[in-house]
């Protein structure tokens, strides 16, 4: 969820780690078995990047260095902004699938074979900067935005549909999860913009966003990105390999998630020419209008099920924290504005799923409330620090980004966040990952991911 030389990530989706299956039967069936979820399709930033800004050549959003990955199988730095298994990776082997790999790991002439197999189990178009509006990394083009993952992902579902029979991917997309958790980085934008603010209120901006979200969702009249690109290409050779009809069952029953928006958000805060443009209202509304048309693109294709989460507090952050010299305290206008978002977002999902009936389903997860409680009450939760980063330098580590030669905690149980931009621990990961999975109804709706999977 990086942005340009800020790779602002917020906490939105601080959930990883390895949890056991059977901690949660709620993921099991009446008849005691998991819930059958044939691949796990995820588009987002940062929170969710498996490495594909690894083969983004000019790009200085990466983590493919120490101490990222620490944690990690063989402690290593995969690229993940994080130090071990990132939410994604976690999701998948919950329904007993690979981990997810990078999109851009998988083009090649000689990686047909490779990608066709990935195609079936579920491919990571995420990209840390990325966020709804493709300005949000505007200005080294080191990400690849929400719309180039859409365009990405209709790639894949065109591989897809060369595997499957058009019965059989419908099937497959019905049953398949779409993860999404973008917002943040467009908020952040909307901030940072003089330009912004002056055109549009944050209840404008907000709507703006959860409007572009569902224009996204539903595939209306918008430039095709890139991420939508590499889909196709997955879809395409999905489709070689199961046939048109199969590859369509295949993708009815995959989940799909989407991770995206704080970039957005985090441009809005960081641009004064946005600000001067439209107020907050008014830019949130813009992003969750092209979210809409992203997703409507990628639900075009087959897909079906949808995990989308929303934004949490954006300034608190540890590297918010620490511009504040004198009290360490959350910024609020940047809550603020996660907030505004987050309402637009669920009210335009609300608007599609209306659009759409049985041909869409989704579990939405408020990051923003279940991730105050926990900054609440840190020692509930198991945690001793919920302020400062794990890895960096400086006041609350905050003050430079993850480096080899950067302070690391000792014990990253007892930490939040893993560096100065949110990105969360394996602890906190398992943490939120608990509220995820759970039956209870309290952060989740309209359906929990397990009656979702269900469904």
């Keep these: 969820m990086t942005t340009n030389i800020t790779p602002s990530i917020t906490i939105f989706l601080i959930f990883l780690g390895l949890l056991r299956v059977d901690s949660f039967p709620g993921l099991e069936t009446a008849t005691g078995t998991l819930a059958s979820v044939p691949a796990v399709y995820v588009l987002g930033d940062s929170l969710v990047d498996a490495g594909n800004n690894n083969y983004l050549a000019i790009s200085i959003s990466k983590a493919n260095y120490p101490h990222n990955g620490v944690d990690f199988p063989g402690s290593i730095a995969t690229g993940r902004f994080c130090n071990g298994k ?82 059989e991917a419908q099937i497959h997309l019905s049953k398949s999860l779409f993860f999404v958790v973008i917002g943040s980085n467009d908020i952040f934008d909307y901030f940072g913009s003089f330009k912004l603010r002056q055109k549009t209120n944050p ?4 709507q703006s966003m959860a409007d572009k979200l569902k224009e996204q969702l539903k ?62 209202q008014q830019y949130t509304q813009s992003v969750v209008d092209r979210f809409k048309a ?18 949490a507090e ?90 080899p030669v950067s302070n690391l905690c000792s014990d990253r149980t007892k930490y939040l966040f893993w560096d100065r931009y949110g990105h969360p621990t394996e602890a906190a990961a398992r943490t939120i990952v608990n509220f995820v999975l759970s039956e209870d109804t309290q952060y989740s709706s309209p359906l929990t991911l397990t009656q979702l999977v269900s469904s």
């Design 86 to 167: 990132n939410a994604a990776d976690t999701i998948a082997e919950k329904f007993g699938l690979p981990l997810p790999p990078p999109y851009l790991s998988l083009k090649g002439i000689f990686k047909e074979e490779e990608r066709k197999a990935a195609a079936l189990s579920g491919v990571n178009f995420a990209s840390g900067g990325a966020g709804i509006f493709n300005s949000s990394d505007q200005q080294l083009r080191q990400s690849i935005p929400l719309s180039y993952q859409v365009n990405n992902w209709l790639s894949i579902h065109k591989e897809l549909m060369s595997q499957l029979d058009p019965s």
């Design 203 to 206: 209840q404008q901006y907000t």
């Design 219 to 280: 595939g209306q009249a918008i430039p095709l990105s890139q991420q939508l690109k590499h889909w196709l290409s997955i879809h395409k050779a999905l489709t070689r390999k199961l046939g048109r009809s199969k590859a369509q069952i295949h993708l009815s029953k995959s989940l799909f998630v989407m991770v995206i928006g704080s970039n957005d958000l985090l441009n809005y805060i960081g641009s004064s020419q946005l600000r001067r443009k439209s107020s907050p």
């Design 294 to 311: 992203q997703l409507k693109t990628v639900q075009e294709t087959g897909a079906r099920r949808f995990l989308i989460l929303g934004v």
């Design 314 to 403: 954006l300034g608190c952050m540890p590297s918010r924290r620490e511009k504040n010299s004198t009290t360490h305290e959350c910024n609020k206008e940047a809550n603020m504005l996660a907030s505004l978002y987050n309402k637009a977002l669920i009210k335009m999902l609300q608007q599609l799923k209306e659009e759409l009936k049985s041909s869409m389903a989704y579990s939405y997860f408020d990051m923003f409330n279940s991730v105050h409680d926990i900054v609440s009450n840190p020692a509930h939760y198991g945690f001793s620090d919920v302020t400062s980063a794990c890895c960096g330098s400086g006041v609350l580590n905050a003050e430079l980004p993850c480096f």
